[in-house]
Nanobody, 124 residues
Framework: QVQLVESGGGLVQAGGSLRLSCVVF????????MGWFRQAPGKEREFVGG??????NTAYADSVKGRFTISRDNAKVYLQMNSLKPEDTAIYYC???????????????????WGQGTQVTVSS
């Protein structure tokens, strides 16, 4: 059974930073391409950033480019969020894509496993 657990969310002022972490239980994180998604109240879940299985490729939503960085090591996947804005407020989800391709997953339908989410609130 594969389980993803996020941590690192919280309340931060606009302009501040947070670092989200995601641990994969059940298999090594290197088995998956990984992505971060978010969902604000009343909105659909949207892609934030992703990283390929071999770590060579990353992709970001236009709204976070230059502010957010996704990275991974042998145990976790991270999302470093800088220059946070109130519109970044959402529940952030970690997700894993178990397909063998080395591209970056950018859609919710690409993902096979999801974490429970962590709340990020940015005050103005």
């Amino acid at each position: 059974q594969v389980q993803l657990v996020e941590s690192g969310g919280g309340l931060v002022q606009a302009g501040g930073s947070l670092r989200l972490s995601c641990v994969v239980f059940g298999r090594t994180v290197s088995s998956y391409a990984m992505g971060w998604f978010r969902q604000a109240p009343g909105k659909e879940r949207e892609f934030v950033g992703g990283i390929s299985r071999n770590c060579y490729n990353t992709a970001y939503a236009d709204s976070v480019k230059g502010r957010f960085t996704i990275s991974r090591d042998n145990a976790k996947v991270y999302l470093q969020m800088n220059s946070l804005k109130p519109e970044d407020t959402a529940i952030y989800y970690c997700a894993a894509d178990s397909s063998p391709r080395y591209s970056v997953p950018v859609t919710t339908t690409s993902m096979d496993y999801w974490g429970q989410g962590t709340q990020v609130t940015v005050s103005s």
